[in-house]
């Protein structure tokens, strides 16, 4: 592989990877601001239903406030939100040179991650950019034995024919050159072929070194990941229930608007829970795609 068509790969593999954490950020960011919206209008419900107790005497105006004032923080919530959706999708845009805007995703890149075969064994020396930098190591190499070449001396034959007009004859001539370089022998320019081949050899090794550290991180990650939304996902039904029979036992007067307001917050923390531990394995997902040179999907590169 030339070191062109090597740098060529590992820049479509970076831009793939890069491209896949924009999908996987604004889909995030898209579902931060629903939730946001969900929170805003079960606050609202629970404003309501204050209210309906304030005024039939069954709790004190104090409650309403201290849902109003719930309600308020989640508005704000919600404008925070819908402004990180506007960026995420800016930059979304951005790198993918539309001209137009992206308003909406046209399906989920968090679950293709999620859908896409278990990880086994990824191979750190086959990764893009360990390749290419053994490319670029290569052709530094033959740079500096090309320099070598070029001190050695060449050695120049001739043979030509001269006639003799004296003697009615022809003669048959014939001279060898040989340069001397005596005073240049190209040491500078194979002292810099040869640091310059360190140099790649250094790199080669360091890229070597974090493939195989990286392969190994992003496993345990993803790995760990699924675990987290598993666990995630369970602590989101619980709070789901919790809230439900929270709201029931304050509409009929068997609880305080503070413990409502609270099964609430825990439900909001456990949605943000299960969409963060998402986010999170699609990133280790996409950098082992990273590794393999492939899409967050499993296919090849081109």
Not at 111 to 121: E, F, Q, R, S
């Amino acid at each position: 592989m030339t070191a062109s068509k090597a740098r060529d790969q590992d820049a479509r593999a970076a831009y793939a990877y890069d491209l896949a954490l924009a999908y996987a950020a604004a889909e995030a960011a898209d579902s931060r601001n629903a939730l946001a919206q969900d929170e805003v209008e079960e606050g609202e419900a629970d404003l309501g239903a204050a209210r309906a107790l304030v005024d039939a005497g069954k709790e004190a105006r104090l409650r309403a406030l201290q849902a109003e004032t719930s309600l308020n923080e989640a508005k704000a919530a919600l404008h925070l939100a819908n402004a990180n959706r506007i960026a995420a999708f800016a930059r979304l845009s951005a790198l993918t040179g539309s001209q137009t805007p992206f308003a909406s995703l046209a399906q989920s890149v968090l679950d293709l991650g999620a859908k896409t075969p278990a990880v086994g064994p990824v191979d750190p020396l086959a990764s893009p950019y360990y390749l290419a930098a053994q490319a670029e190591r290569e052709a530094a190499n033959r740079r500096l034995k090309a320099e070598q070449r070029r001190a050695v001396p060449d050695v120049t034959a001739s043979i030509g024919v001269r006639r003799l007009e004296y003697d009615n004859a022809t003669a048959l001539l014939g001279s060898l050159s040989l340069p001397l370089p005596i005073f240049d022998r190209n040491r500078g320019n194979i002292a810099a072929s040869r640091a310059e081949a360190d140099a790649a050899q250094a790199r080669l090794a360091m890229a070597q070194n974090d493939a195989r550290a990286e392969a190994q991180a992003s496993a345990a990650q993803f790995h760990a990941a699924m675990a987290r939304v598993t666990a995630a996902l369970g602590a989101q039904a619980t709070a789901d229930e919790t809230y439900r029979l929270a709201r029931i036992a304050y509409e009929a007067g068997k609880s305080s608007i503070i413990e409502l307001l609270a099964a609430r917050h825990g439900l909001a923390i456990t949605r943000g829970g299960v969409l963060d531990a998402r986010l999170a394995a699609f990133e280790a997902r996409a950098r082992l795609a990273r590794l393999t040179g492939s899409t967050i999907s499993g296919d090849p590169i081109q």
